[in-house]
């Protein structure tokens, strides 16, 4: 039998040509059973590569080399490289549980429709490995022949050998799971898929059982495939073609690659375009199957001899003929397998024989000519050599199918292990969290969703602040505000500090799906919104509403009014309704002149719009609430002080700006670290930082908040455009998990965000870092496009994306936007049990009011009186209600009632009261004419009930459309462990008093919290 296999390969027809195809037995996890082999199978995760350093690349490629030698070694491996389709289907089910407020399966199901409408490709690596062998091949025929006529299955599995199986799959998976490739066992249902897809290129169902046997398994090879010369035609069950494919060899390689870079040749599987009849690239969906074998020492020893022996009698043969003249490749042979075989002995060199093909599919025969020309001119600039195996179509195809076997060994190479390695075939682009929203997708070698939790920290034991960096108008307070809607769904309290004043276009978003939000403008109208003794519990607030007084003060009166603001304080603590404009009404009521002329200074300070806001009437209007939802805080115009003069310096309008962020600052600290709130998610969003980080009270928020937030629950979200002042804040640097970032220009902020990115600050970096947010025709902004670095410290580049027109209109913050929801009505003050509810209670809609040129009017609302007003919005102030009675919000054009105004005295016990009064219809205003898609979303892909999706250009046979680019954005341009230490941050953000002191409570114990 030996010497005719011999004879059949030297004339290029081997046995394994005639077998026939496997005949599949039994499918399990991680196992595939076939009448003469079995086989384990494993999904290979993706690693990060595409932006690593050729250090790093080299130590993964030599653990790579390494694992497959002592794991692999002469076992006979297949390498399959396919790619399936990322579906929206499958994103609402992966988001399943994860939000909870408001609409939030019509914002999930908006995300879906973009996910969908992208139709983006998604790589599956798979590996399979060769267990044994069941029965001989010539026994194995006849049985089949026989089992074939008596129409019967002679070929079963018993439960011995099953378990046998198991526990080898087992074991390998231990094994692979603990390399670089991070290999883990093939869920059944996958492997059926591998198998379907190469039987029908189209959507078939794999069943869904932990044992796949009989007739499930005939009908995933129940395909018919007909084989021509270069391509094969493969028919549905209808008798239609649904692709014409062509399988490539790869028969020539140059004797060096380099890698990183054309030695590469798997992972750039993705990079293959074609030119369509427009002129424009398309991608080419180019899938891999190489049979492959390390061999060990022994073995390649062996081998090495044996070509060595081979080479030697060549020559002796050539001379002998031809007056004893060598040909130089036949002693240059010789010479490399003596110094191959020294390498294998002294310096533990490995090979690996395989056997590469690939395959091209297309809807038609003229698409599938282009695209396999595409292929072959991309390997020839790569010295690579690919060729349409003539009239080998039908046993290379079958090469390619798990449990097959290799059938055409002529067409193979044997290489050094970091040669065949080198191909990268695990490596391309992998970030972002595994589960949570999905916030863009990659712009890598492989592309792919990427998810991203801004409240995720907390919940995995880890650090909770999430950096955005770089320059104005690249997208980053777009991304920063998308973040924060996603926790906001999925019922966070979400506060926004808004220094700029352009970001109540996330309120209109949140409105629009019916979460709980409200624009607080910090002017006249929102009189006492950022008093601390209406803010804050009344034990801080003893505290730190006399410093947030002081801080108003011209220099010459503090020392003189230490004593009797603080006095003035705890006697106004003690009223119904205490507030700092009781605190400044008693201080000119004193007989004291010295204490009149305090107040007299303090009353005309807040008598201005901004100081009223701090310390003026209160117009029972507070915002500043601790409900779940989004709320954004605008503070635009806002003067602030320079980090360099000292506090005797500040000009009045300084002192007023300093108070006012001082008590929104403490609004937020005060909230995170309440103790009844411990258990629930806080996201504290701050927008361009660097205005913050110029005083020492933003720098000691922002230290304080990313210390202590794993501890409280609170993430940080910040936006900048200066990283070199983040690094001098390095209690916060040593708290980010996330970072995203943008294009800068110059150097020292180039090289200060490649510090924070972990990566070289090096000429190739540099550049990337400046031509991140550049388009293809480097003359436009490609806005959203960004470097991410995730909480494993992964780098990769992301292109954030809004998932619809209408979203990105709304949340718009270039200087000309206007948005219907310009600002929210505020929430009355009250006072709960318990802030946030259970879940199982019903929502209370606050009052809504109606807004007109970003002015509230609380005593009297008015109705709009013609196109441009604008929109009320209703203001929820716990969790959501049950579907049956949840306020909900238009996407129609039609504004929701306004409800009647609540009494501004704050009630003991807010309950619930559902409204269902219908919704008036109101005209359409341009800017929601504008807001609406341009395009109607395409229907859904087809699912194969929840795993690998149908891959590119398979879809039914009559939709020949090319498929949609996935990397054509939505957007702008369309071309601690421990307690919060309470004397460390009264020390920190409140040095003038004495933290030790202990106040006098109140005989009332009544805490005051807006």
């Given at each position: 039998m030996?010497i005719?296999?011999?004879?059949?390969?030297?004339?290029g027809?081997g046995r394994?040509?005639g077998?026939?195809?496997?005949?599949?037995?039994?499918i399990?996890?991680?196992l595939?059973?076939?009448?003469?082999s079995?086989?384990?199978w494993?999904?290979?995760?993706?690693?990060n590569?595409?932006?690593a350093t050729?250090?790093?690349q080299?130590?993964?490629?030599?653990?790579a080399?390494s694992a497959?030698?002592?794991?692999?070694?002469d076992?006979?491996?297949?390498l399959?490289v396919?790619w399936?389709?990322?579906?929206?289907?499958?994103?609402i089910?992966?988001?399943?549980g994860?939000?909870?407020?408001g609409?939030h399966?019509?914002?999930a199901?908006?995300?879906a429709?973009?996910?969908?409408e992208?139709?983006?490709?998604?790589?599956y690596?798979?590996?399979?490995?060769?267990?044994?062998d069941?029965d001989p091949r010539?026994t194995a025929?006849v049985?089949?022949?026989?089992s074939?006529a008596?129409?019967?299955t002679s070929?079963?599995?018993s439960?011995?050998?099953?378990?046998?199986?198991d526990e080898r799959?087992?074991?390998?998976a231990?094994?692979l799971?603990?390399?670089v490739?991070r290999?883990?066992?093939?869920?059944?249902e996958?492997?059926s898929w591998?198998?379907?897809?190469?039987m029908?290129?189209g959507a078939v169902?794999?069943?869904?059982?932990?044992?796949?046997?009989?007739a499930?398994?005939?009908?995933?090879t129940?395909g018919?495939?007909v084989p021509?010369?270069d391509h094969l035609?493969?028919?549905?069950?209808?008798g239609?073609?649904?692709?014409y494919?062509?399988?490539?060899a790869?028969t020539?390689?140059?004797?060096e690659?380099e890698?990183?870079?054309?030695?590469?040749w798997?992972?750039?599987?993705?990079?293959i375009?074609?030119?369509?009849?427009?002129?424009d690239e398309i991608?080419v969906?180019?899938?891999?199957s190489v049979?492959f074998?390390?061999l060990?020492?022994k073995t390649?020893?062996?081998?090495?001899?044996e070509?060595?022996k081979?080479?030697k009698?060549q020559?002796?043969?050539?001379?002998?003929?031809?007056?004893?003249e060598?040909?130089?490749?036949?002693?240059?042979t010789?010479?490399?397998?003596?110094?191959?075989k020294?390498?294998?002995?002294r310096?533990g060199?490995t090979l690996v024989?395989d056997?590469?093909?690939?395959l091209?599919?297309a809807?038609?025969r003229e698409?599938?000519?282009?695209y396999?020309?595409?292929?072959?001119?991309?390997?020839?600039?790569?010295?690579i050599?690919v060729?349409?195996?003539?009239?080998e179509?039908r046993d290379?195809?079958l090469?390619?199918l798990?449990g097959?076997q290799?059938r055409?060994p002529?067409?193979g190479h044997?290489?050094e292990s970091t040669?065949?390695?080198g191909?990268?075939f695990w490596?391309g682009a992998s970030i972002?969290?595994?589960?949570?929203?999905a916030?863009?997708?990659?712009?890598?070698s492989?592309p792919g969703?990427?998810?991203?939790?801004?409240?995720?920290?907390?919940a995995?034991?880890?650090?909770t602040?999430?950096?955005?960096l770089?320059?104005s108008?690249?997208?980053?307070t777009?991304?920063?505000?998308l973040?924060g809607?996603d926790?906001?769904?999925?019922?966070?309290?979400?506060?926004?500090l808004?220094?700029k004043?352009d970001a109540a276009g996330?309120?209109a978003?949140?409105?629009?799906y019916g979460v709980?939000?409200?624009?607080?403008?910090i002017?006249?109208?929102?009189s006492?919104?950022?008093?601390l003794l209406?803010?804050?519990?009344?034990?801080?607030?003893?505290?730190?509403a006399?410093?947030?007084?002081?801080?108003?003060l011209p220099?010459?009166?503090r020392g003189?009014?230490e004593a009797?603001?603080?006095?003035?304080?705890?006697?106004?603590?003690?009223?119904?309704?205490p507030s700092?404009?009781g605190v400044?009404?008693?201080l000119?009521a004193?007989?004291?002149?010295?204490?009149?002329t305090?107040?007299?200074?303090?009353r005309?300070?807040?008598e201005t719009g901004l100081?009223?806001v701090?310390?003026g009437?209160p117009?029972?209007?507070?915002?500043?609430?601790t409900?779940?939802?989004?709320?954004?805080?605008q503070?635009p115009?806002?003067?602030?002080?320079?980090?360099?003069?000292a506090?005797?310096s500040?000009?009045?309008i300084?002192r007023?700006?300093?108070?006012?962020?001082?008590?929104c600052l403490?609004w937020m600290v005060r909230t995170t670290g309440?103790?009844?709130f411990?258990?629930r998610?806080?996201v504290?969003?701050v927008p361009?930082?660097h205005?913050l980080t110029?005083?020492p009270?933003?720098?000691?928020?922002l230290?304080?908040?990313?210390?202590?937030?794993?501890?409280?629950g609170?993430s940080?979200?910040?936006?900048?455009?200066?990283?070199a002042s983040?690094?001098?804040l390095p209690g916060l640097?040593?708290?980010?998990?996330?970072?995203?970032a943008?294009s800068?220009?110059?150097?020292?902020?180039v090289d200060s965000?490649?510090?924070?990115l972990?990566?070289?600050?090096?000429?190739?970096?540099?550049?990337l870092v400046?031509?991140?947010?550049?388009?293809a025709?480097g003359?436009s902004i490609?806005h959203g496009?960004c470097?991410m670095?995730?909480?494993?410290?992964?780098?990769a580049?992301?292109?954030?994306d809004i998932?619809s027109?209408?979203?990105?209109a709304l949340?718009?913050t270039?200087?000309?936007?206007?948005?219907?929801?310009?600002a929210a009505p505020a929430?009355?003050?009250?006072e709960p049990?318990d802030p946030?509810?259970d879940?199982e209670?019903?929502l209370?809609?606050?009052?809504a009011?109606?807004?007109?040129?970003?002015?509230i009017?609380?005593?009297?609302p008015?109705?709009?009186?013609g196109?441009?007003?604008?929109?009320?919005?209703?203001?929820?102030?716990?969790l959501?209600?049950?579907?049956?009675?949840?306020?909900?919000?238009?996407?129609?054009?039609k504004a929701p009632?306004?409800?009647?105004?609540h009494?501004?005295?704050?009630?003991r016990q807010?309950a619930?009261t559902?409204?269902a009064?219908?919704e008036?219809?109101?005209?359409?205003?341009p800017?929601q004419?504008?807001?609406?898609p341009s395009?109607?979303?395409?229907?859904a892909?087809a699912q194969?009930?929840?795993?690998?999706?149908?891959?590119?250009?398979?879809?039914?046979p009559?939709d020949?459309?090319?498929?949609?680019?996935?990397?054509?954005?939505?957007?702008?341009?369309e071309?601690y462990d421990?307690e919060?230490?309470?004397?460390?941050?009264?020390?920190?953000?409140?040095p003038a008093?004495?933290?030790?002191?202990?106040?006098?409570?109140?005989?009332?114990?009544?805490?005051h919290?807006?």
């Amino acid at each position: 039998m030996k010497i005719a296999d011999k004879l059949l390969n030297l004339v290029g027809v081997g046995r394994e040509r005639g077998l026939p195809p496997p005949r599949l037995v039994a499918i399990a996890d991680g196992l595939l059973v076939t009448e003469r082999s079995a086989e384990a199978w494993f999904l290979i995760s993706v690693a990060n590569t595409d932006l690593a350093t050729e250090a790093e690349q080299d130590a993964a490629l030599d653990a790579a080399v390494s694992a497959a030698a002592t794991i692999l070694g002469d076992r006979l491996s297949h390498l399959k490289v396919v790619w399936g389709r990322s579906t929206g289907q499958d994103y609402i089910d992966s988001v399943a549980g994860h939000y909870r407020l408001g609409d939030h399966e019509a914002w999930a199901q908006t995300r879906a429709d973009r996910i969908d409408e992208m139709r983006m490709p998604e790589r599956y690596v798979a590996l399979g490995v060769h267990l044994s062998d069941r029965d001989p091949r010539a026994t194995a025929q006849v049985r089949g022949s026989i089992s074939d006529a008596l129409g019967t299955t002679s070929w079963r599995v018993s439960a011995r050998e099953l378990a046998h199986l198991d526990e080898r799959v087992r074991k390998l998976a231990r094994q692979l799971g603990s390399t670089v490739w991070r290999a883990h066992t093939a869920p059944a249902e996958v492997i059926s898929w591998l198998i379907s897809r190469e039987m029908h290129r189209g959507a078939v169902a794999a069943p869904r059982r932990g044992l796949i046997t009989g007739a499930s398994l005939a009908r995933l090879t129940s395909g018919r495939v007909v084989p021509y010369t270069d391509h094969l035609r493969i028919y549905d069950t209808r008798g239609q073609i649904a692709a014409y494919t062509t399988v490539l060899a790869m028969t020539d390689f140059p004797e060096e690659l380099e890698t990183p870079g054309a030695g590469e040749w798997l992972r750039t599987l993705s990079e293959i375009k074609a030119i369509d009849d427009d002129g424009d690239e398309i991608d080419v969906t180019v899938e891999a199957s190489v049979r492959f074998r390390v061999l060990t020492k022994k073995t390649a020893r062996h081998l090495v001899d044996e070509t060595r022996k081979s080479a030697k009698e060549q020559r002796r043969s050539a001379a002998k003929g031809t007056a004893e003249e060598t040909a130089d490749e036949i002693v240059e042979t010789e010479r490399v397998m003596r110094e191959v075989k020294r390498d294998i002995n002294r310096s533990g060199l490995t090979l690996v024989e395989d056997h590469p093909r690939l395959l091209v599919s297309a809807d038609t025969r003229e698409d599938l000519e282009a695209y396999v020309d595409a292929v072959i001119a991309h390997y020839a600039d790569r010295g690579i050599t690919v060729a349409a195996g003539a009239d080998e179509q039908r046993d290379l195809w079958l090469e390619s199918l798990p449990g097959d076997q290799l059938r055409v060994p002529d067409l193979g190479h044997v290489r050094e292990s970091t040669a065949f390695f080198g191909s990268w075939f695990w490596g391309g682009a992998s970030i972002g969290d595994a589960t949570g929203p999905a916030i863009g997708y990659l712009t890598g070698s492989t592309p792919g969703l990427v998810r991203f939790d801004a409240a995720a920290g907390s919940a995995l034991g880890d650090a909770t602040t999430t950096l955005f960096l770089g320059r104005s108008g690249r997208g980053k307070t777009t991304a920063a505000m998308l973040g924060g809607l996603d926790s906001a769904f999925a019922g966070a309290w979400v506060p926004l500090l808004d220094l700029k004043g352009d970001a109540a276009g996330v309120s209109a978003v949140a409105a629009e799906y019916g979460v709980p939000t409200a624009v607080i403008e910090i002017t006249a109208q929102f009189s006492g919104a950022a008093d601390l003794l209406r803010v804050l519990p009344v034990d801080d607030a003893l505290l730190q509403a006399p410093s947030q007084l002081m801080l108003l003060l011209p220099p010459h009166l503090r020392g003189a009014a230490e004593a009797p603001v603080m006095a003035a304080t705890r006697a106004e603590i003690q009223s119904p309704d205490p507030s700092s404009w009781g605190v400044i009404q008693r201080l000119c009521a004193s007989d004291s002149e010295t204490v009149r002329t305090v107040g007299f200074a303090l009353r005309d300070l807040v008598e201005t719009g901004l100081g009223s806001v701090v310390a003026g009437p209160p117009s029972g209007l507070s915002s500043l609430t601790t409900n779940p939802g989004l709320w954004v805080v605008q503070m635009p115009g806002l003067t602030l002080p320079s980090p360099e003069s000292a506090p005797e310096s500040w000009s009045p309008i300084e002192r007023v700006g300093m108070a006012c962020l001082r008590g929104c600052l403490a609004w937020m600290v005060r909230t995170t670290g309440r103790r009844e709130f411990r258990g629930r998610s806080k996201v504290v969003i701050v927008p361009e930082v660097h205005l913050l980080t110029k005083t020492p009270d933003g720098a000691s928020f922002l230290d304080y908040i990313a210390r202590v937030g794993r501890a409280l629950g609170a993430s940080l979200v910040l936006d900048t455009q200066d990283p070199a002042s983040i690094l001098k804040l390095p209690g916060l640097v040593e708290q980010i998990t996330t970072l995203f970032a943008f294009s800068l220009r110059s150097r020292e902020q180039v090289d200060s965000l490649l510090e924070l990115l972990g990566r070289p600050q090096t000429a190739p970096y540099q550049t990337l870092v400046r031509g991140i947010n550049t388009a293809a025709n480097g003359k436009s902004i490609r806005h959203g496009h960004c470097i991410m670095r995730d909480r494993w410290d992964e780098v990769a580049t992301v292109q954030i994306d809004i998932p619809s027109q209408q979203v990105a209109a709304l949340l718009r913050t270039t200087p000309e936007s206007e948005h219907t929801t310009a600002a929210a009505p505020a929430i009355p003050a009250y006072e709960p049990e318990d802030p946030f509810a259970d879940d199982e209670e019903f929502l209370e809609p606050a009052p809504a009011a109606q807004l007109q040129d970003r002015v509230i009017s609380p005593a009297q609302p008015s109705a709009p009186t013609g196109p441009a007003a604008a929109a009320p919005v209703q203001v929820n102030q716990a969790l959501p209600t049950p579907p049956a009675a949840a306020a909900t919000y238009p996407t129609n054009g039609k504004a929701p009632q306004p409800a009647e105004p609540h009494s501004t005295e704050p009630p003991r016990q807010p309950a619930p009261t559902p409204s269902a009064t219908p919704e008036p219809a109101v005209e359409e205003t341009p800017q929601q004419a504008s807001a609406q898609p341009s395009q109607p979303v395409p229907p859904a892909v087809a699912q194969q009930n929840g795993h690998p999706p149908i891959p590119n250009g398979q879809d039914a046979p009559e939709d020949h459309r090319h498929a949609l680019r996935h990397d054509s954005p939505i957007g702008p341009d369309e071309v601690y462990d421990q307690e919060a230490d309470e004397a460390a941050y009264n020390e920190a953000m409140y040095p003038a008093y004495d933290t030790t002191e202990e106040p006098t409570k109140p005989s009332s114990g009544k805490e005051h919290v807006a």
